[in-house]
């Protein structure tokens, strides 16, 4: 079992539709967890990252973490065609290395 | 891509021979990481490194070397490649912030590897 799972999609959503992404992981331990944003043939970027439980918000994202339900979320609001890329979700424990999610792919359409 | 250059970008090379990936930073960063990415198994860390020859294992670091003699270079080297090697990989960096070192973590473009 991976610890953390994505579904791997594709999501296609039309434009301006709130997106919901989702993770679950199964390590108790984890404390931080990050979302990245892959465009086709690009690294990583970082979107946003949390510290335990509780909503984070930038611009028209948002990061939910259920830390009792190990449940990771990112919504996006008035989702744009530049949003269609893979989104990664990750996690880590105190200074351990990160774990990656698998990807979703996400598809706006106009 | 924060100051984060890979070369090359893309390379064929034959199953048992050499193959050294290059990971280039121009902004001092102390953490240095090497990655595989591949469908189905998404982002796995292959080799890090916390300072000049200062490394350490990830997950999947067998069939795979580095080496840092200077901060800004961090070298993956395949010893004898083999065709499960074949991969993307990345290179990232993270700040010397030590509050962001582990939550930050700056990816290069990519270097696309088929071994035949």
């Known amino acids: 079992q991976k610890e953390v799972e994505q579904d791997p999609g594709p999501l296609s959503v039309p434009e301006g539709a709130i997106v919901s992404l989702n993770c679950t992981y199964s390590?108790?331990?984890?404390?931080?967890f990050m979302w990245y944003r892959q465009y086709s043939r690009k690294g990583p970027e970082l979107l946003m990252y949390?510290?335990?439980?509780g909503n984070k918000e930038d611009g028209r994202f948002t990061a939910q973490v259920d830390k009792s339900s190990k449940y990771i979320s990112l919504f996006i609001r008035d989702s744009q065609p530049s949003d269609s890329a893979t989104y990664l979700c990750a996690a880590r424990t105190g200074y351990q290395k990160v774990t990656f999610g698998t990807g979703t792919k996400l598809q706006v359409i106009p | 891509d924060a100051g984060i250059t890979q070369s090359p970008r893309h390379k064929v090379t034959e199953t048992g021979t050499p193959v050294t990936l290059r990971c280039h930073q121009t902004?001092?960063?102390?953490?240095m990481y090497w990655y595989r990415q591949d469908p189905g198994h998404g982002l796995r860390l292959i080799h890090y490194?916390?300072?000049?020859?200062?490394?350490d294992k990830g997950e999947v670091s067998d069939g795979y070397s580095v080496s840092r003699s200077k901060t800004e270079d961090f070298l993956l080297t395949l010893e004898s490649a083999t065709s499960s090697q074949t991969s993307v990989y990345f290179c990232?960096?993270?700040?010397?912030?030590?509050?962001?070192?582990?939550?930050?973590?700056?990816f290069g473009p990519g270097t696309r590897l088929t071994v035949l």
């Open positions: 949390t510290y335990s439980s």
């Open positions: 390590n108790s331990a984890f404390q931080y």
């Open positions: 990232a960096i993270s700040p010397r912030d030590r509050k962001k070192a582990y939550n930050e973590q700056f």
């Open positions: 490194s916390y300072g000049v020859k200062d490394t």
């Open positions: 902004e001092n960063h102390r953490y």
